[in-house]
Nanobody, 114 residues
Protein backbone atom coordinates (compact mmCIF):
# COMPACT_ATOMS: atom_id res chain seq x y z
CA UNK A 1 0.00 0.00 0.00
CA UNK A 2 1.51 3.31 -1.13
CA UNK A 3 1.23 5.92 1.59
CA UNK A 4 2.19 9.60 1.67
CA UNK A 5 4.77 10.82 4.17
CA UNK A 6 4.91 14.56 4.78
CA UNK A 7 7.91 16.61 5.87
CA UNK A 8 9.05 20.22 5.94
CA UNK A 9 6.67 21.78 8.42
CA UNK A 10 7.81 24.10 11.16
CA UNK A 11 7.64 27.56 12.67
CA UNK A 12 8.08 30.61 10.47
CA UNK A 13 7.42 34.31 10.81
CA UNK A 14 4.69 36.01 8.83
CA UNK A 15 5.92 36.87 5.36
CA UNK A 16 8.30 33.93 5.33
CA UNK A 17 8.38 30.75 3.24
CA UNK A 18 8.30 27.01 3.78
CA UNK A 19 8.43 24.09 1.39
CA UNK A 20 6.53 20.93 2.25
CA UNK A 21 7.36 17.57 0.73
CA UNK A 22 5.18 14.50 0.40
CA UNK A 23 7.06 11.35 -0.48
CA UNK A 24 5.30 8.21 -1.65
CA UNK A 25 6.47 4.79 -0.56
CA UNK A 26 5.96 3.63 -4.16
CA UNK A 27 5.05 4.89 -7.61
CA UNK A 28 2.61 7.81 -7.84
CA UNK A 29 1.55 6.88 -11.37
CA UNK A 30 -1.28 4.75 -9.98
CA UNK A 31 -2.96 7.90 -8.63
CA UNK A 32 -5.14 10.33 -10.57
CA UNK A 33 -4.41 13.27 -8.33
CA UNK A 34 -2.35 14.31 -5.36
CA UNK A 35 -2.48 17.32 -3.13
CA UNK A 36 -2.68 19.01 0.19
CA UNK A 37 -5.42 19.79 2.66
CA UNK A 38 -5.03 21.65 5.90
CA UNK A 39 -6.92 21.80 9.16
CA UNK A 40 -6.65 24.51 11.76
CA UNK A 41 -7.92 24.05 15.33
CA UNK A 42 -11.69 24.33 15.45
CA UNK A 43 -12.01 24.54 11.67
CA UNK A 44 -12.96 22.15 8.92
CA UNK A 45 -10.34 20.58 6.72
CA UNK A 46 -9.92 22.66 3.56
CA UNK A 47 -8.28 22.05 0.21
CA UNK A 48 -5.00 23.87 -0.22
CA UNK A 49 -3.83 22.62 -3.60
CA UNK A 50 -4.08 19.65 -5.91
CA UNK A 51 -2.26 18.41 -8.98
CA UNK A 52 -3.41 15.77 -11.42
CA UNK A 53 -1.19 13.11 -12.92
CA UNK A 54 -1.14 15.20 -16.12
CA UNK A 55 -0.07 18.30 -14.17
CA UNK A 56 -3.31 20.28 -13.91
CA UNK A 57 -3.24 22.39 -10.76
CA UNK A 58 -6.00 23.71 -8.50
CA UNK A 59 -5.69 25.99 -5.50
CA UNK A 60 -7.86 27.05 -2.62
CA UNK A 61 -8.89 30.71 -2.87
CA UNK A 62 -7.02 31.68 0.26
CA UNK A 63 -3.65 30.53 -1.10
CA UNK A 64 -3.84 31.49 -4.78
CA UNK A 65 -0.83 33.50 -5.82
CA UNK A 66 1.15 32.52 -2.72
CA UNK A 67 1.42 28.71 -2.82
CA UNK A 68 2.66 26.50 -5.63
CA UNK A 69 2.17 22.75 -5.93
CA UNK A 70 4.51 20.63 -8.00
CA UNK A 71 5.57 17.01 -8.37
CA UNK A 72 8.63 15.05 -9.29
CA UNK A 73 7.54 11.77 -10.86
CA UNK A 74 11.05 10.33 -10.75
CA UNK A 75 11.22 10.90 -6.99
CA UNK A 76 7.55 10.01 -6.37
CA UNK A 77 7.25 13.25 -4.45
CA UNK A 78 4.78 16.12 -4.32
CA UNK A 79 5.82 19.55 -3.10
CA UNK A 80 4.04 22.59 -1.74
CA UNK A 81 6.01 25.84 -1.89
CA UNK A 82 4.43 28.33 0.49
CA UNK A 83 5.39 31.99 0.22
CA UNK A 84 4.14 35.15 1.92
CA UNK A 85 2.87 33.08 4.81
CA UNK A 86 0.23 34.54 7.10
CA UNK A 87 -0.76 33.60 10.66
CA UNK A 88 -4.04 32.25 9.26
CA UNK A 89 -2.03 29.65 7.33
CA UNK A 90 -1.27 27.98 10.64
CA UNK A 91 -2.62 24.44 10.48
CA UNK A 92 -1.74 20.80 10.15
CA UNK A 93 -1.10 20.11 6.48
CA UNK A 94 -2.09 16.71 5.16
CA UNK A 95 -0.94 15.17 1.90
CA UNK A 96 -3.22 12.82 -0.01
CA UNK A 97 -3.10 10.57 -3.05
CA UNK A 98 -6.36 9.84 -4.90
CA UNK A 99 -7.38 7.02 -7.24
CA UNK A 100 -11.04 6.41 -6.50
CA UNK A 101 -9.89 6.00 -2.92
CA UNK A 102 -7.74 8.28 -0.82
CA UNK A 103 -4.48 7.64 0.93
CA UNK A 104 -3.64 10.17 3.63
CA UNK A 105 -0.45 11.10 5.38
CA UNK A 106 -0.23 11.79 9.08
CA UNK A 107 0.21 15.53 8.62
CA UNK A 108 2.87 18.10 9.33
CA UNK A 109 2.41 21.17 11.51
CA UNK A 110 2.91 24.62 10.03
CA UNK A 111 2.90 27.53 12.46
CA UNK A 112 3.14 31.12 11.28
CA UNK A 113 3.88 33.70 13.94
CA UNK A 114 2.81 37.33 13.64
Amino acid sequence: QVLPVESGGGLVQAGGSLKLSCAASGSIFQFNAMGWYRQAPGKQRELVASISISGTRNYGNSVKGRFTISKDNAKNTVYLQMNSLKPEDTAVYYCYFRAGYDRWGRGTQVTVSS
